[in-house]
């Protein structure tokens, strides 16, 4: 599958925008390297790697209790082939040995079962990091359109209350009598102290606009990491506590219990292959978003004829934005949070479905909460 291609059937027509080094160092240390922040990620892969080495915290523990209940089960059986209930059965008996192999070898066990999930990761996290590069170029691209719209609308105010000051100061006759030099005088060192004292009402904007930027962004970067943070704890949790679900199996009355490990485990190492689908899918939607707000804003970039009627009206709205960025981005924040329903319809599991709709419930608030702060900002 190829990002290019996907976005090559998408109709653009703007042109590439020329973004200074030094505007994008700026906007990086506001806001982040990339749209969930590369640094971020990247503490989360090595945070996993970190945790994922105290595998071994409980298995001499679970040696000794699978040492105890493989004692405890061959009592039971010899009891019931002494008592004539059942007859004398090889392969029965073997199972706790297969059992004990498995704590013994469970390094090698866990990469064995992690390796599928692994490399389904790894694959979507190529495509994943494909798409994000041409969204973080456009997200740079969009941001310099939108400061070079709020200039020229400080340009413009300024030069609208010079004529407005102009005809309320001079009379008409006698603006009239005054030589063209003098009239381009006197704009000329006007314009910059009108357009100090517009700048204010336009930095408003372009404060308002950010700030929305900013929730819709960490709205979506929060949703992401609570995915990949319960993800790591899930299974460095299930890694190390894994070997006592793997002995109490041994006992015919938690025969289940390893079962259900492994398909918790597959489970919860999903959830990492399908957050980047979701977050590649999320990135066509977003580029998508970006090529027509860019479009959008080149228009207003250039003032003349009836793009500056449109720049008129679109002041007037109260931010410098056209919302769809940001519904982009509140819609990939909604979507990770389906990450962990996704990833129980392929190996389904009772105990991580409620779990992570627990956990779905406190992401569900939180997203409230972040919608009406956005609500009130607009």
């Known amino acids: 599958m190829n990002f290019n291609l996907l976005i090559s059937a998408i109709p653009s027509q703007q042109v590439a925008v020329d973004v ?45 209790l699978s040492a105890i209940f493989m004692l405890v089960f061959f009592a039971i059986k010899a009891y019931e082939m002494m008592a004539g209930d059942k007859q004398l059965e090889v392969m029965p008996l073997l199972r706790p040995f ?5 704590i013994l070898w469970w390094p090698t066990f866990t990469k064995v079962i ?83 004292s517009n700048r204010l009402k336009v930095g408003w904007q372009l404060l308002m606009t950010s700030l929305l930027e ?14 990949f943070i319960i993800q790591i704890i899930y299974s460095t949790i299930l890694l190390i506590l894994g070997p006592f679900s793997v002995a109490a199996s041994i006992l015919p009355a938690f025969r289940d219990s390893f079962s259900t490990w492994v398909a918790r485990f597959i489970s919860v190492n999903l959830y990492s292959g399908i957050a980047y689908l979701v977050m590649y899918v999320s990135s066509l ?23 500056l009627e449109k720049l008129t009206v679109f002041a007037s709205n109260g931010v410098l934005s056209f919302g769809m ?27 991580i479905s409620s779990a992570a709709s627990t956990m779905g419930r406190g992401s569900g608030s939180l997203s409230r909460i972040m919608g009406k702060v956005i609500r009130k900002g607009l």
């Not at 102009?166 to 063209?180: G, H, I, M, Q």
């Not at 929730?215 to 992401?224: E, K, M, S, T, Y």
């Not at 981005?329 to 599991?349: C, E, K, R």
Request: with cysteine; aromatic share 12%; proline share 2%.
């Open 285 to 307: 939607i977003q580029h998508y978003a970006m090529e027509a707000e860019i479009s959008r804003y080149q228009q207003l970039v250039d003032t003349s004829g009836a793009a």
């Open 98 to 102: 297969g059992l004990v192999m498995v």
């Open 20 to 64: 200074p080094q030094s505007f994008k160092d700026t906007f990086n240390f506001q806001q982040g390297n990339g749209v969930y922040d590369d640094v971020m990620m990247y503490f989360l892969r090595q945070m996993k790697n970190t945790l994922w080495t105290h595998y071994d915290a409980f298995i001499a523990d679970a040696q000794a």
């Open 114 to 196: 992690a390796y599928p999930t692994d490399l389904v990761s790894l694959k979507t996290e190529v495509l994943f990091n494909e798409s994000q590069t041409e969204v973080n170029n456009l997200r740079l691209e969009r941001a310099k359109l939108m400061v070079d719209v709020a200039d020229q609308l400080l340009t413009l105010e300024a030069e609208a209350e010079t004529a407005r000051i102009e005809a309320d100061t001079w009379y008409e006759k006698a603006w009239e009598s005054v030589r063209s030099s003098v009239k381009e005088g006197f704009s000329q060192v006007w314009n910059p102290i009108v357009e100090m």
């Open 325 to 351: 960025v940001i519904g982009t981005f509140v819609i990939g924040a909604l979507t990770m949070l389906t990450v962990p329903s996704i990833s129980t319809w392929i190996i389904s599991t009772s105990g």
């Open 214 to 227: 900013i929730l819709a962004i960490w709205l979506l970067r929060i949703c992401v990491y609570i995915v």
